[in-house]
């Protein structure tokens, strides 16, 4: 009965809830994580891993009990998702009221609701699955599994039900290619000019609100991309053996932004 424990380790997974305040930070933390940090298919990837294993279940042996127990199991995980909702909800507003959040929080607790809302869809696609299962197949004790019902049918594959819902606002689109925009960002931290809480807050902040511009002579030049891997990226400013290479880049970017500024004109 491993796979049993299994799934029933997945279910807990998939509805675990835990939201925290980061007195440091004066934002909220979900399961130890900045929210916006967990990846999108989070929970239909789970889900996956847990239909593989309810499919694997039904082929060793599974009867109608079993399956309430995880009927039961979900049930008490989406009213505790709701009453951890509630909780939050409140405890958001108050320390609104008092002045004790960041700037950052109000998108903090629209990323939570996100990530709440994914996990309940997901669970209440898994409850009504088992509930028909129960109540129209029922289940041998043993014998050929070909003869039983099909139950890939009932347990639907898709990976799209409990994706999280980020809300997306719109980027703004940088003519620069993605070194200099990096290096761009660098240099404002370097000198002190821009300042971030932790290199997560920077790698969000400039993922979420920045694309670049293609501008080599390849078929997708003057397309607009997506920023991706900042922190990987800002850690190659720090390698010595490349110190050359990107000192150049420094003093052409600068001069790029110092003609750039320098021709602008108040009057036009």
């Known amino acids: 009965m491993m796979n049993a424990s299994e799934i029933k380790k997945l279910i807990q997974r998939i509805a675990n809830v835990r939201i925290t305040f980061n007195s440091n930070t004066r934002d909220y933390l979900f399961n130890g994580n900045v929210p916006r ?7 239909p990837k789970l889900y996956m891993e847990y239909k593989t294993r309810l499919l694997a279940q039904f082929r060793e042996n599974c ?3 079993l399956i309430e ?6 049930r008490g995980h989406i009213v505790k998702i709701n009453e951890a909702n509630d909780t939050h909800r409140v405890s958001y507003v108050f ?3 008092k002045s004790e959040l960041s700037e950052m929080a109000e998108s903090t607790h629209d990323d939570i609701a996100a990530i709440l809302s994914g ?3 997901l669970l209440e696609k898994m409850k009504e699955e088992l509930q ?5 197949v029922k289940f041998a004790i043993s014998g050929d599994f070909d003869d039983k019902p099909n139950h890939e049918q009932t347990i639907d594959s898709s990976v799209q039900t409990g994706e999280i819902k980020f809300s997306k606002a719109g980027k703004a689109v940088c003519v620069a290619s993605k070194v200099d925009i990096m290096l761009f960002f660098y240099l ?4 002190g000019l821009i ?6 807050h920077r790698s969000k902040f400039i993922e979420e609100n920045f694309q670049y511009t293609v501008l080599r002579n390849t078929k997708n030049k003057n397309e607009k991309m997506d920023i991706n891997g900042v922190n990987v990226d800002m850690a190659k400013f720090q390698d010595f053996t490349k110190k050359r290479k990107y000192t150049i880049a420094q003093t052409r970017l600068i001069s790029k932004l110092y003609d750039k500024l320098r021709a602008v004109k108040f009057d036009s």
């Open 63 to 65: 009867s109608t009990q």
């Open 69 to 74: 127990k995880y009927i039961e199991l979900i």
């Open 195 to 200: 300042s971030f809480e932790d290199t997560v």
């Open 37 to 43: 940090t967990i990846p999108s298919d989070f929970y």
């Open 119 to 121: 996990q309940l869809e």
């Open 188 to 191: 404002l931290e370097k000198a």
């Open 132 to 136: 028909d299962i129960a109540e129209n």
């Open 95 to 97: 320390s609104r009221s």
